[in-house]
């Protein structure tokens, strides 16, 4: 059984368009999060999802719209797609609250995006 | 903010050498540090982890002790395989204003192991 899956695992796609990613853990964690690895493998973190409420949110372009529909799901979606958004998207997930707190997170096998 | 440093790579080495890729920290607080490595193709895996000062985090025959003097939590291994070509990266939690924990991550170092 896969532990947090992502669809689809290749995009490739025209500047301008709109595409989304979709993010699914089935190991029972609580706190979702989307990950972007640039070419030279500079992994930075994008958004974070606790119980379907917004918890992190860095210094991303408000073309990348997260939603998180239940605490098993955190999809992404991004508006008129530009050449830099090519990139490696990796979604993770931890527990963050209750009595097994670990911190640590585990990661899908990432969607590698090609803008053309 | 809080930020890791590790050497860059990429690391080449014969089977059966031994391993050291540096890791240091600049954090505020008491992370927790991490080691994640990520072989080609895939995502990131937890390597092996360290909560508090002088823990020694070990998975695999990797080791990695967290320094509190250094701020430091170098990769070893005393001998690599070709199995162990990938990515590796070094990584400290920080406390976010929400209360919440986020991972930094360093830059990654690259092992190439041949046989």
């Known amino acids: 059984d896969t532990a947090v899956s992502q669809t689809p695992k290749y995009l490739v796609t025209q500047m301008g368009n709109d595409k989304s990613i979709k993010c699914e853990q089935n190991?029972?964690?609580?706190?979702m999060y989307w990950y972007k690895q640039d070419s030279k493998k500079f992994l930075k973190i994008m958004f974070s999802?606790?119980?379907?409420?917004?918890?992190i949110n860095e210094t991303v372009p408000n073309r990348f719209s997260p939603k998180s529909p239940d605490k098993a799901h955190l999809n992404l979606h991004i508006n008129s797609l530009e050449l830099g958004d090519s990139a490696v998207y990796f979604c993770?997930?931890?527990?963050?609250?209750?009595?097994?707190?670990?911190?640590?997170?585990?990661f899908g096998p990432g969607t590698r995006l090609t803008v053309t | 903010g809080d930020s890791v440093t590790q050497m860059e790579g990429p690391v080449t080495l014969s089977e059966e050498a031994c391993l050291t890729i540096?890791?240091?920290?600049?954090?505020?607080?008491?992370?927790?540090l991490f080691w994640y490595v990520q072989y080609p193709g895939e995502g990131l895996q937890l390597l092996l982890k360290a909560t508090k000062a002088d823990d020694k985090g070990s998975n695999k025959g990797f080791e990695a002790t967290y320094r509190k003097e250094t701020t430091s939590f170098h990769l070893e291994k005393g001998s690599v395989q070709v199995s162990d070509s990938a990515v590796y990266f070094c990584?400290?939690?920080?406390?976010?204003?929400?209360?919440?924990?986020?991972?930094?991550f360093g830059t990654g170092t690259r092992l190439l192991v041949s046989p």
């Open positions: 190991l029972g964690h609580d706190t």
């Open positions: 990584a400290l939690s920080d406390l976010v204003n929400t209360g919440f924990q986020k991972l930094v």
């Open positions: 999802y606790n119980n379907k409420e917004l918890i």
């Open positions: 540096n890791c240091t920290y600049t954090a505020t607080g008491y992370p927790s």
């Open positions: 993770a997930s931890s527990q963050e609250s209750g009595t097994t707190v670990s911190y640590e997170q585990y």
